[in-house]
């Protein structure tokens, strides 16, 4: 069996950058670890996924990727591309979601309308109520979603957690060659935030 | 040494490991890595293998097949897009064979992530007549690009490794030495007209009844190396069922199978020839069949034709009989549906759960210079009177395709690399009433832009060409290409220059322009569409990006508040991603994203209130 974590982002976020962070974290503590990056698009504002499977045998035999209704974990650190995977998530399955939106001029000049938060939250909760949401936002937003994500993964307590502040801490420092001080302290806002707030819906 | 390194990267190493002494290729997504990592390796370690992105794919195969033929071990990569492009040499090269091992890698896109046709290279091994190898994962495109080198050598017939972006783009532990081990052949090539040339239908026919006798030994030596791997449960007094899967779906296969131990399985990575033995043993075993592989029925027509032609009474399931569908990238869904149909269940009803409420368009980046070519474009338009409803753009690949989108809205069409500019002359040759304008970038100028605009030059075109030169392949991730600065390409390179090679095409009419200088812009775009015959604009100013990285940023734009009235026409004319809406003390106004802008200016040249000017020295954007 598999933990499969589904994030996504638009260009920019830095989403890559944390899917690596997390696949490498948990290959590095010995979990079969696949990670799918679909790119190409990150510079031009679109649509950036990252789709992480981890089994804790290492001769579990699985494909790439996540398949509808698969994810455990649905990251979404943008809320059109968060509600645009919807599909992914298990049923009963965790959100974490970061409030941001990326609104394109077409919704500017008023020829589109944009998802809100709420709406995300109304949706998801068809199918979960294991959604976490952060209201505010820490640049790089990428280390501080993944704060969020070690927070959220403490609480479930889920088997065979890796996941913890003080070893992500490790990672973050061993793998990040810039700005490491500036990533730590994203990073822990999220943690700290994700601890505090816990806001469940 | 464990490294978690992609389906591309694996690809890379393995040819290193193998001892390439020459890679090529010209960049794509989902395959473009592959060569980066390479060009990264060779920059850093001596010795190296050579090492080039070229002009196109073709150019690309040539070079590595005549590195092969004076019996180096060579790499050449390309999506499928270039497949096509290079297939003619692909063919004929085929027949010559191979002497040191020439693996072509050639990487699909089931579902088109990355745009363009939902091509299945597969074919190009049944029409070119040459052993395909389709690798389940990156540990797997590691193993057999190193197997494909020496089954080349084998059977002296290039080979095609062919990865679709799961494997592609997939990172996993992959356990290698990442060192490069040089074979340092000395290089020999003996005149063979027999062999090498095709003059006469003698040498033709032969050389083809060689090409076919080596594809048999291929078939024979890759099922010596059970490349394939085959797991019966026979003597089961149920039916035999077995699930015949290709590449990456292996692993989905694998993944569903675990539960289910009485069906058989084959696992097919040595997609052709198709190991008939294999596929025998499956059949005198079994009562149905279930295939799986994404994409067109390649396996399955394989099988079917063997399995009629032994006159087995069972029950293939797959693409044909309409159960699997043949577009789309398959997940355990389509392979859960194929074991449920083997397995003889009911019908499941599928449950659709589309709700995508809003796509992000991609856009040019911010201080792009494309987006002012097409702004001066849209203002040209207008200046002119000229409907753009009415006005044909034809659009080509790369970032410059990205002017189909709002609110720049100005191509029509996008086709194939170089394409913009032979669409164009017929479009206009149709008779249509208003101008008709060709878009296109540098690369893919070089790619395959240059013979339609021969074609136009000879036969006195009435079309607009626009180059819109940022001096890089930008959409793949930057590589060099021909025009890039001279400076900036590294090796021996030389920088060709597609103003002379316009001239000395013999087109009159050419100007260049920098498309932040938006006022000169507009009147030489506006002076070329009044003209007729063929009229050449190079549209002149380095990507944005790359520009950035090497120099940082020298000015900001700002907007100050107390002039903006939020009319947004900088916002409708321009849809720079750096402009955002922000509400300061109750009013809502437009605001200039520091992180963001690049400096280019653009968006002051919308704003009727001057609201928008250069920040000043902290750099604070509003």
Known sequence: MSENLFVTGVGGQGTITLCNLIAEHASDHGFRTSFFQ?????????????????????????????????????????????????????????????????????????????????????????????????????NPVNLFTLGLFSAVKSSFKVESDIFSCISLEKTIMNKMKRNKEENIKAFRLGYEYGKKTKEIF | MKRMISGNQAVAFAALEAGIELASGYPGTPSTEALTEICNFSKINDPSPYVEWSTNEKVAFEIAAGAAWAGKRALVTMKMSGANVALDSIVSVAYSGTIGGLVIYMADDPGAEAGMPEQDSRYFALLAGLPLLDPSSPGRAFHLTKYAFKLSEAVELPVILRAVTSVAHTKE????????????????????????????????????????????????????????????????????????????????????????????????????????DNITGVLKNSEGIVIFEELEPVVEMLVRSLASGLNWKGRIIGKLDGVLPRTGRYSSKEILKGINEL????????????????????????????????????????????????????????????????????????????????????????????????????????????????NAAQHNSDILVIILDNGWTSMTGFQINPGTEEMLQGGNNRR????????????????????????????????????????????????????????????????????????????RETGCPALEVKTIRDKQVMSIDADQCTGCGLCATCCSFGAINPADQSGQGA
Request: some cysteine; charged content about 25%; hydrophobic content about 35%.
């Open chain 1, 38 to 138: 679909s790119r190409g698009m990150a510079h031009r504002g679109g649509r950036v996924t990252g789709e992480i499977r981890i089994a804790e045998n290492e001769d579990e035999s699985f494909g790439p990727r996540i398949s509808q209704d698969g994810a455990d974990i649905l990251i979404g650190m943008e809320i059109a591309e968060l509600i645009n995977s919807y599909s992914y998530l298990k049923e009963g399955g965790i959100v974490i979601i970061v409030n941001y939106s990326y609104i394109p001029s077409e919704v500017i000049l008023k020829k589109k309308e944009f998802p809100s938060l709420q709406q995300a939250v109304e949706l998801f909760s068809k199918k979960t109520k294991q959604i976490y949401s952060a209201v505010e936002q820490v």
């Open chain 2, 173 to 276: 532990i992959v356990e290698a030495d990442y060192r490069y081990h040089p074979l340092a052949r000395k290089p020999e090539f003996k005149r063979d007209i027999l062999r090498f040339t095709k003059a006469g239908s003698a040498i033709c026919v032969d050389q083809h009844k060689t090409l076919l006798d080596r594809l048999k030994l291929s078939k024979d030596v890759m099922h010596t190396h059970k490349i394939n791997q085959i797991h019966l449960n026979g003597g089961n007094e149920k039916r035999g069922l077995c699930v015949i899967s290709s590449g990456v779906l292996n692993h989905d296969v694998d993944e569903i199978l675990s539960s289910r131990p009485g069906i058989s399985s084959l696992k097919l990575e040595a997609i052709y020839p198709l190991d008939e």
């Open chain 2, 343 to 454: 397995e003889g269940n009911e019908r499941q009803e599928e449950v659709g759960t589309k709700t995508q409420t809003y796509k992000h368009p991609i856009t040019f980046c911010a201080g792009c210079p494309h987006r002012g070519t097409y702004v001066a474009l849209n203002r040209v338009l207008k200046r002119l009177k000229l409907k753009k409803e009415e006005t044909v753009v034809t659009g080509d690949i790369g970032c410059t395709i990205l002017g189909m989108n709002p609110p720049i809205d100005s191509c029509w069409t996008e086709v194939s690399m170089g394409s913009s500019i032979g669409l164009a002359q017929g479009l206009a040759l149709s008779g249509l009433k208003a101008p008709v304008i060709a878009t296109i970038g540098d690369s893919t100028f070089f790619h395959a832009g240059i013979p339609p605009l021969i």
């Open chain 2, 496 to 571: 060709v220059d597609i103003e002379k090679i316009v001239r000395a095409i013999g087109v009159d009419y050419l100007e260049i322009i920098d498309p932040f200088k938006q006022e000169d812009s507009v009147e030489a775009i506006s002076k070329a569409i009044q003209a007729g015959g063929v009229r050449v604009i190079i549209a002149k100013r380095e990507c944005a990006l790359t520009a950035l990285r090497r120099e940082g940023r020298e000015i900001k734009f700002r907007i100050y508040h107390e002039k903006c009235t939020f009319c947004r026409s900088c916002m």
